[in-house]
Each structure stands twice: as structure tokens, then as C-alpha cells.
């Protein structure tokens, strides 16, 4: 089995005002099988406006 710590090489960072966009946009514009899939359910979602606000 190879190692795969060779291969990796993670960075973490704080979000930025962009980034929170894309998230909460992400999640809003997505469809409601493709999130239910991922076990996400659309209707528990935050309002997109108050998502953002609260990240």
C-alpha cells in the first residue's frame, strides 16, 4: 500500500467574504436530489440571507 502522506498537502485557512458567498451559494442553488444525496435536506436549509449573515 502506498503512503499516501507523499501525496497530500493540506492548508487551512479562514474564509473570506468571497468565500462564504460561494459556500451558502453552493448549498442554495444546488438541487434537492443532488443535497439529499449527500444527506442534506434543502428544506432545513437557513434562508440565504440569514446564512451569510451568521458566517
Known amino acids: 500500500m502506498p503512503n499516501l ?6 492548508s487551512v485557512s479562514e474564509p473570506n467574504k468571497s468565500d462564504i458567498y460561494k459556500i451558502v451559494d453552493y448549498f442554495t442553488h ?4 443532488f443535497l439529499k ?3 442534506a435536506d ?3 436549509l437557513p434562508d440565504r440571507n440569514q446564512w ?4
Open 5 to 10: 502522506n507523499l501525496y497530500m498537502n493540506l
Open 30 to 33: 444546488s438541487e434537492t436530489t
Open 37 to 39: 444525496g449527500m444527506g
Open 42 to 44: 434543502k428544506s432545513k
Open 52 to 55: 451569510i449573515q451568521k458566517l
